[in-house]
Each structure stands twice: as structure tokens, then as C-alpha cells.
């Protein structure tokens, strides 16, 4: 079965260090997420992004945050400064376009876990 | 906004009883609605969703889940639990946002221990 892959499975890096994490949503797929869940708390959204450009964000989105597709299969998001409250999961999901949007589903990846020291 | 509320972070089952798990949700506009399910060190997996039509939805593993608006409720079934089963159980929900759907926005979600 198509998934959505995601490296690193764990990064551990300092305060104020940038981080990428990468993605590889299902390759027919058009639309592409981040949401992150810090630990005890909800899942949530953070960006999404279609046609090489973010549909919609997040209050959470701020500008240290930004997304890329690099190529034709990878999608990243890039922590320019990571702050200590960045440590999280951070989960990539990808959705494809059906005829109605009843048909979409959004799958998501095993996540990152990312702890800023 | 939509927002979801998830009734019991913890629910214990022996292996054999019936699984309940509570999900309600609040939107002003008609909902998807989805249970995702988080086993241990892996991804999120979709296990159901109600876009349209019929209200009760069966997903994977033998769960299914009732979509009742008068109630705002989408609660999680599975007559019969499995030692297989215990996992995190996240419900979600968003709206239709032009060709595709809106944020999701998720529950605090809830962690099913089965005893056998």
C-alpha cells in the first residue's frame, strides 16, 4: 500500500540551529500537510500546500517556518531557528484530488520526532 | 473553527467487551469526520471517515462509527476488542475547502489499553 515516508525518524539539535525535515508524500498526491503534536497535547495543523504554493497555514506558521518542493517527490519543512517549545512530532500527510471532495483522504506519515536541546 | 472533543483519555477493556470511544465535535458547517488510529512508534492511520451519506461508517479492523448531528457525536465502536487493538485513537474533523478538504482539526485523543 502507498505511504508517506518521512526521514529523519529523530533529530536532536540545539536552540537556534535550522532543521529540515523531509517528506515523501504518495506520488499521485497534489496536496501535502505538516501538523505536529508537542507532547500530552493535540495534533496540529500547521501549513498545507498545493501547486507550488501554501493554500493555508497556521497562527502556529510564523517566519521561521517554511515548506519547499524541491523536486518531484520531496517536500520539506525548514525551522530556521529552532526554539526549545519546536520540540515535537512533526507529521507530513499527503492527500489526492477524487472527483468529489467526499473521496478525499488524508494519509500521513510515521513523523519526525524532534527534541531542540 | 471546528474543534473536537474527545470524552476519556484512557479506556481500559478486557479482551472480548465492546469498545466505546467518545468523539464530539462543533462546526457551523456541515463536518468530515475521522478516527484515526496511532499504534505504538508509528504513523497516524486512518481507520474511518463520514463525508456524506449513510451514517454509520465501518472501517478497518471491525470498527465503525455512527454520525449522529443531532447529537454532534461520532463516537468509535468495535463490538469485540482485541489485544491487537490497543493503541491511541485520535477523532478529527474538518470542512470542505474548494476542490479538497480543510485543516483537520483533532481531539486530544484516547489511549485503549486491552487486558486479556
Known amino acids: 500500500e502507498p505511504e508517506v515516508t518521512q526521514t529523519p525518524s529523530h533529530q536532536v539539535t540545539q536552540m537556534g540551529q535550522e532543521v529540515i525535515l523531509r517528506c515523501v508524500p504518495i506520488?499521485?498526491?497534489?496536496?501535502f500537510y505538516w501538523y505536529r503534536q508537542i507532547l500530552g497535547q493535540k495534533v496540529e495543523f500547521l501549513v498545507s500546500f498545493y501547486n507550488n504554493e501554501i493554500s493555508e497555514k497556521s497562527e502556529i506558521f510564523d517566519d521561521q517556518f517554511s515548506v519547499e518542493r524541491p523536486d518531484g517527490s520531496n517536500f520539506t519543512l525548514k525551522i530556521r531557528s529552532t526554539k526549545l517549545e519546536d520540540s515535537a512530532m512533526y507529521f507530513c500527510a499527503s492527500s489526492e484530488i477524487s472527483g468529489t471532495v467526499s473521496g478525499n483522504t488524508i494519509y500521513f506519515g510515521e513523523g519526525s520526532w524532534l527534541t531542540v536541546v | 473553527a471546528q474543534s473536537v472533543t474527545q470524552l476519556g483519555s484512557h479506556v481500559s477493556v478486557s479482551e472480548g467487551a465492546l469498545v466505546l470511544l467518545r468523539c464530539n465535535y462543533s462546526s457551523s458547517v456541515p463536518p468530515y469526520l475521522f478516527w484515526y488510529v496511532q499504534y505504538p512508534n508509528q504513523g497516524l492511520q486512518l481507520l474511518l471517515k463520514?463525508?456524506?451519506?449513510?451514517?454509520l461508517v465501518k472501517g478497518i479492523n471491525g470498527f465503525e462509527a455512527e454520525f449522529k448531528k443531532s447529537e454532534t457525536s461520532f463516537h468509535l465502536t468495535k463490538p469485540s476488542a482485541h489485544m491487537s487493538d490497543a493503541a491511541e485513537y485520535f477523532c478529527a474533523v474538518t470542512v470542505h475547502r474548494g476542490s479538497t478538504l480543510g485543516r483537520l482539526y483533532f481531539g486530544r485523543g484516547t489511549q485503549l489499553t486491552v487486558w486479556p
Open positions: 506520488s499521485n498526491h497534489l496536496y
Open positions: 463520514y463525508t456524506t451519506g449513510a451514517t
